[in-house]
């Protein structure tokens, strides 16, 4: 079957740096997606991965290794805002999106 | 803005009472997706539609029907929602189906049932 694994919830401090961890194993690969949703709103986008490395995008960086089935988000210079689920969600072969159950972040003062 | 709009944010029915949820788009995207979310799990797709073209999950209950009069509107239709169909309906659109298209969500809509 395909799966998606990330942890239920982390904590961090407020200006600190969290890595948000996620393996898979699907069906055929075409990109790892990360959605940001805050409680009772919507997930948006957040980062595409297709290659293998690091795509940097502002505080966020998202990195990928295909050969391990495993992704990371990287938060930067965490702000109270932060504070939501982060979703990895893998294209499959069908292209169809699998999803993760999220990781709820807590930012801490 | 273009935009993905759902209607209406929340909605409470009765146990067994048909309702109908609504999803519009002004991105003009080929393909829409009804998504259904309960708490602190992942989104779980129902329906998608590529243009007209209608996608059933195989797992989708016969209580979940869809339709799509035209390019910028779907619905969800619920016809006996039980307490287990209780959730957050998510309405997203992409401009292909697959590939690197990312997709974009509307805001949802909470059903309570009681």
């Known amino acids: 079957g395909q799966n998606i694994d990330q942890p239920t919830e982390m904590t961090a401090t407020e200006g600190a740096i969290v890595q948000i961890n996620c393996t898979y194993q699907t069906s055929g690969f075409n990109g790892l997606f990360w959605y940001q949703q805050h409680a009772g709103e919507a997930p948006t986008f957040l980062s595409y991965n297709v290659l293998d490395g690091l795509e940097e995008k502002g505080r966020f960086s998202s990195f990928l290794s295909r050969s391990k089935g495993y992704s990371y988000l990287l938060l930067k210079e965490l702000q109270m805002k932060d504070s939501a689920s982060y979703l990895c969600?893998?294209?499959?072969?069908?292209?169809?999106?699998?999803w993760g159950a999220g990781t709820k972040l807590i930012i801490k003062p | 803005d273009a935009m993905v709009i759902q209607n209406p944010r929340y909605q409470v029915t009765q146990f067994g009472k048909p309702v109908t949820l609504s999803c519009s788009q002004t991105l003009n995207h080929n393909v829409m997706y009804w998504y259904q979310q309960k708490s602190s799990q992942a989104p779980k797709l129902l329906f998608h539609y590529y243009d007209k073209d209608f996608n059933n999950e195989a797992d989708t209950p016969d209580n979940f029907q869809s339709r799509r009069p035209n390019t910028s509107f779907c619905f969800l239709d619920i016809r006996s929602p039980g307490l287990g169909d209780a959730a957050m309906y998510l309405c997203?659109?992409?401009?292909?189906?697959?590939?690197?298209?990312?997709?974009?969500f509307g805001p949802g809509t909470r059903l309570t049932v009681l």
């Open positions: 997203a659109t992409s401009r292909v189906r697959g590939g690197t298209d990312t997709q974009y």
């Open positions: 969600a893998v294209m499959d072969s069908n292209y169809q999106l699998i």
